[in-house]
């Protein structure tokens, strides 16, 4: 699997029907422990070839470190979240999805892992608003000599904007699947 980072990007783009979601859960440490059969075809996986491996297997590189940051903060503090995530396929495809995510707990209630149930996102909101968004977060990234400070600006910029718009990103998210749908 390691070798899939350096898979190129074809730009194209992926489908999946609208009455199918796409389900994965992982361990705490993110590497997957199960994935139902759409995600796999949409992501071009077998089975055998994804549980155990890291869920970020389908990173794709437009989507902003800091977003993710965002996501592993929340989920791992024990709440759930919603964002619009692009993926990569296994041969350099690419699809988004609105991800809904949220941790697992144990009969002690203690966060055993996590499952994201991801369905097809809203085509506006992604060109819209998500699109012109990630790039400006990715532009920041880039402008740092490591990964972990563009992250950190990343991550301070965006949090600068919801404050600017007076607003949550839980908020905002909803405000957009609602305002859009």
Same mark, same amino acid.
């Given at each position: 699997m390691a070798g899939n980072s350096k898979i190129h990007l074809t730009g194209v783009e992926?489908?999946?029907p609208a009455e199918q979601f796409l389900v994965s859960k992982t361990d705490l440490k993110g590497r997957v422990t199960y994935a139902n059969r759409v995600? /796999?075809? =949409? *992501?071009?996986?077998? +089975?055998? +070839?994804? /549980?155990?491996?890291? @869920? #970020? $297997? =389908? &990173?794709h590189p437009d989507m902003p470190r800091c977003v993710f940051k965002l996501l592993w903060d929340t989920v791992m503090d024990g709440r759930e979240i919603f964002a619009y995530v692009v993926n990569r396929a296994r041969n350099g495809d690419h699809y988004w999805v609105f991800? @809904? $995510?949220?941790? #697992?707990?144990? *009969? *002690?209630?203690? =966060?055993?892992?996590? @499952? #994201?149930?991801? &369905? =097809?996102p809203n085509r506006t909101v992604i060109d819209e608003v998500i699109s012109p968004l990630y790039r400006s977060l990715l532009a920041e990234e880039a402008k740092h000599g490591n990964r972990k400070d563009g992250m950190q600006s990343s991550h301070a910029m965006l949090l600068k904007m919801l404050e600017e718009k007076e607003t949550s990103y839980e908020e905002l998210i909803f405000a957009l699947s609602n305002d859009n749908s």
């Open positions: 992926r489908f999946f995600f /796999l075809d =949409i *992501a071009g996986y077998q +089975e055998k +070839e994804l /549980l155990g491996q890291p @869920h #970020s $297997v =389908i &990173r991800a @809904h $995510v949220t941790p #697992s707990f144990d *009969a *002690a209630g203690q =966060i055993n892992g996590y @499952h #994201s149930n991801r &369905r =097809i």
